[in-house]
């Protein structure tokens, strides 16, 4: 069975610092492992997906994401945070093309000035 | 805008009550997924249609139904409504091509199903 676990339900930083968002997931085959973004009272918009392609995958907005098989972990990255960058960040996995997601539970980002 | 639409935005209603969920995919998206997320149980995955056919089902409550029709629009039924059934209610779709890795899922605005 597969899933996620996002570490840290709140992640606080200021303005300009790194943002660092932590996924690890667990699969039994190879995963597709996507991050989306949530901004208050809309839906969920693609930050970027890994589909074995690269490790290292960069999405929109600046922000980037590693895939480390070792150790399991998918953790999202942004060097400089911006007070747009406030939101709720979901990480999720599927194990084939096109299943259903399994989503973690969110981790949201305060930035303060 | 993903491209999903859904309507309506906003219900209320009463428990023991049913109401429908529409979602429209965007153009040449073939396969539809519902979600929901509450505080709770955080996002979760309820069934997914391809092409007019019931594909997967996740946590969907006996109580819930729902089907694709042949415009590739979907709806989804929640009858006999309870108080933990209030939630936001996401469709999402995809292409879903045989052999494409990854497909990405593109989610509507959602609709928010308060049960009182």
């Known amino acids: 069975a597969q899933s996620v676990t996002q570490l840290g339900s709140h992640v606080s930083v200021s303005e300009g610092a790194l943002v660092l968002l932590r996924c690890n997931y667990s699969?039994?085959?190879?995963?597709?492992l996507f991050w989306y973004v949530q901004y208050p009272n809309q839906g969920l918009q693609l930050l970027l997906k890994?589909?074995?392609?690269?490790?290292l995958v960069k999405g929109i907005n600046g922000f980037e994401a590693e895939f480390k098989k070792s150790e399991t972990s998918f953790h999202l990255t942004k060097p400089s945070a911006h007070m747009s960058d406030a939101a709720e960040y979901f990480c999720a996995v599927s194990a084939e093309a096109g299943t259903a997601l399994i989503f973690g539970k969110g981790t949201t980002l305060s930035v303060s000035s | 805008d993903s491209g999903v639409t859904q309507t309506p935005k906003h219900l209320i209603t009463a428990t023991g009550q049913r109401v429908t969920l529409r979602c429209s995919p965007r153009s040449g998206d073939l396969s539809v997924y519902w979600y929901q997320q509450s505080l709770d149980q955080g996002l979760q995955f309820l069934i997914q249609y391809y092409n007019g056919e019931e594909r997967a089902k996740g946590n969907i409550l006996e109580r819930f139904s729902a089907q694709q029709f042949p415009d590739l629009h979907s709806e989804l039924n929640l009858s006999s409504l309870e108080l933990g059934d209030s939630a936001l209610y996401f469709c999402a779709s995809s292409v879903l091509a045989s052999g494409r890795a990854g497909d990405t899922q593109y989610f509507g605005p959602g609709t928010r199903l308060t049960v009182l």
């Open positions: 890994y589909t074995s392609a690269a490790t």
């Open positions: 699969s039994s085959v190879p995963p597709y």
